[in-house]
Every structure is written in C-alpha cells, then in structure tokens.
Nanobody, 119 residues
C-alpha cells in the first residue's frame, strides 16, 4: 500500500485546512487509516483514525470537536478536516494505514505534509 498525503500549508489561528491521503496498491488489505503528527522536538502523536469498512472514528482529546476524519472508499482516500486551528497544531502530519493482520499497529506510512498555524 502506498499513501500520498497532501493539503498542508500555512494558516492563521482560527482557520481551517483539509488534508487528504490517497491510498494505492493493495488497498483491499486496509483495515483502518489514521493521521499522526509530529511537532519539532516532540514525539509523533496520534491524531485521528477511521475504520475502513464501518467508518468508526477515534480522536485524540486535543483535537476532539475541531478535527473530523472521513473516508471515501471509492477514491481510496481519507480526509482530515481541521477547523479552529491553534498554533499548537503546527506539525508535520502523516497519514498511515493498518492492514488487518497488523492492526492495531500501522504498517504503511505516507510522506508528511507540513501544517503551520500562525498566531
């Protein structure tokens, strides 16, 4: 499975961005997809995930109510709608996929996309 993330950029605090992650290859093996982020000097952290079949979603407490993860199975794409962005949301965002055999571990990772929120 290959993952291609896009949609990052520079936005003012309070603004919105939508990240996209397109999956290709053995997409039939995907069990769930997620978004993670890593800020400078910090460890990578979980942001949100969605199951590929049932659409169950999970969010980090820090983004609940502001971020929404969704999927389009026909396009093999997962989205992360980010609203009410804060400077502390600044990070490189990574999309990831977990196959059924690897879940709950994510075994496929895309390249990161930079999100910068200015105050």
């Amino acid at each position: 499975v290959q993952l291609q993330a896009s949609g990052g950029g520079l936005v003012q605090a309070g603004g919105s961005l939508r990240l996209s992650c397109a999956a290709s290859g053995r997409t039939f093996s995907i069990y769930a997809m997620g978004w993670f982020r890593q800020a400078p000097g910090k460890e990578r952290e979980f942001v949100a995930s969605i199951s590929w079949s049932g659409g169950s979603t999970y969010y980090a407490d820090s983004v609940k109510g502001r971020f929404t993860i969704s999927r389009d199975n026909a396009k093999n794409t997962v989205y992360l709608q980010m609203n009410s962005l804060k400077p502390e949301d600044t990070a490189v965002y990574y999309c990831a996929a977990a196959s059924g055999s690897s879940w709950p571990e994510y075994n496929y990772w895309g390249q990161g996309t930079q999100v910068t929120v200015s105050s």
